[in-house]
């Protein structure tokens, strides 16, 4: 069996890809991105430095202080996010700073970051160009570990994957399959293009909002499949920032009753569950309110294992204004007793509330209990 490496970019690309190779019955290959292949020949459990690995290792950085001009901003919040992006275009960039260098205080503080970053990070987690240099340095096992490798689609590769390319090239074979429109100069392998179909007239419809604009890319979408034009896969809603009409395509395609992937992910607070956790959160972090008690349970009541018996309509005969925010006022105040004596209906939510309702009042302890 012929071992061989296809190297993708992005997630959607990452799942399509190994989809299609499952359908065709390929064997003996591998699909990665450049970082998970950087990582597979340096070999040992190295892997790529992610998001939950950067963010305690930036805290705590940020933390020790002692910057130049950094350090009045150092505990504002997003810093930990704007450091991690700042870095990883550093990373990306394939840049060397210099700790101490007196060009530019604040180049000097990124460069002491970096450096205590890199000292923060669970081991065998690497920096982007830790890991390249880690994998240069076992180019002797590329043929046996990767195989021939191809770039499918890469639209582009940072420069700090660049040497580690080039060096590959002189051990495998190497070749970049429809690079596109970008810089192929350093490229040291063969390159290979597809045929392109002939481009289709463009349409355009103008419309008067986003949800104008979505109802007619749902339409459009409807039209292809209903004819025959066009399966569902090889329809694509395209923008160059999706965010302004994500939310009328969530509701919008669910009320349509059609099955739209978002390929940028979907936000955790768009699902019921979603919600349901985002107002446990807010109960744990900010106490037993009235309001955040009823959005917690109209989310949990019947769902959740603790819940599975309350009813819906839990807070039948709780008077919506009253002063209820601790543990002591719904149990000494006796809320719920009231409630339940102007109940008509014979249910009695006390015994499945009131455990709850002391689970829930021991805060961010009880996370995980919750």
Do not use: Y
Request: hydrophobic letters at 45%; one cysteine or more.
């Amino acid at each position: 069996m012929n071992r061989r490496t296809v190297v993708v970019e992005g997630p959607l690309a990452f799942r399509m890809r190994r989809i299609a190779a499952a359908r065709r019955s390929e064997t003996g290959v591998q699909i990665l991105t450049m970082p998970q292949l950087a990582a597979r020949l340096a070999g040992g459990f190295r892997q790529p430095a992610r998001a939950e690995h950067l963010d305690p290792a930036i805290r705590a950085a940020l933390e020790a202080g002692r910057f130049a001009e950094l350090e009045s901003i150092r505990q504002l919040p997003g810093m930990i996010r704007a450091v991690a992006r700042t870095l990883a275009k550093i990373w990306q960039a394939d840049l060397s700073l210099l700790i101490g260098d007196d060009r530019s205080a604040r180049l000097a503080d990124i460069a002491e970051i970096e450096q205590r970053v890199r000292a923060n990070l669970p081991r065998g987690v690497l920096t982007p160009r830790d890991l390249r240099d880690a994998a240069l340095k076992r180019l002797v096992h590329a043929a046996a570990v990767l195989g021939s490798v191809e770039l499918d689609r890469v639209v582009s590769v940072a420069p700090v994957w660049h040497p580690l390319l080039q060096a590959l090239n002189e051990t495998v074979p190497l070749s970049w399959h429809n690079p596109g429109p970008t810089d192929v100069g350093w490229f040291p392998g063969e390159i290979t293009t597809d045929q392109r179909p002939t481009a289709v007239a463009m349409e355009m419809v103008s419309c008067a909002n986003p949800a104008a604009e979505v109802v007619e890319a749902l339409r459009w979408m409807r039209e292809l499949v209903a004819s025959g034009r066009a399966r569902p896969e090889e329809i694509a809603i395209c923008a160059t920032s999706s965010r302004e009409w994500d939310e009328q395509f969530l509701v919008l395609a669910a009320d349509a009753d059609l099955p739209l992937h978002f390929s940028h992910g979907v936000p955790a607070l768009a699902s019921r569950e979603g919600q349901a956790c985002g107002a446990l959160a807010d109960v744990l972090l900010n106490g037993l309110s009235q309001d955040r008690l009823r959005r917690l349970f109209s989310h949990a009541a019947g769902r959740s294992r603790a819940l599975q018996n309350l009813p819906l309509n839990w807070a039948l005969g709780l008077q919506p204004g009253a002063a209820l925010f601790e543990l002591d006022q719904w149990l000494r105040l006796r809320a719920l007793d009231e409630a339940s004596r102007l109940r008509t209906d014979g249910i009695d939510p006390r015994p499945i509330l009131t455990p709850v309702l002391e689970m829930l009042a021991n805060g961010p302890a009880a996370a995980e209990q919750a």
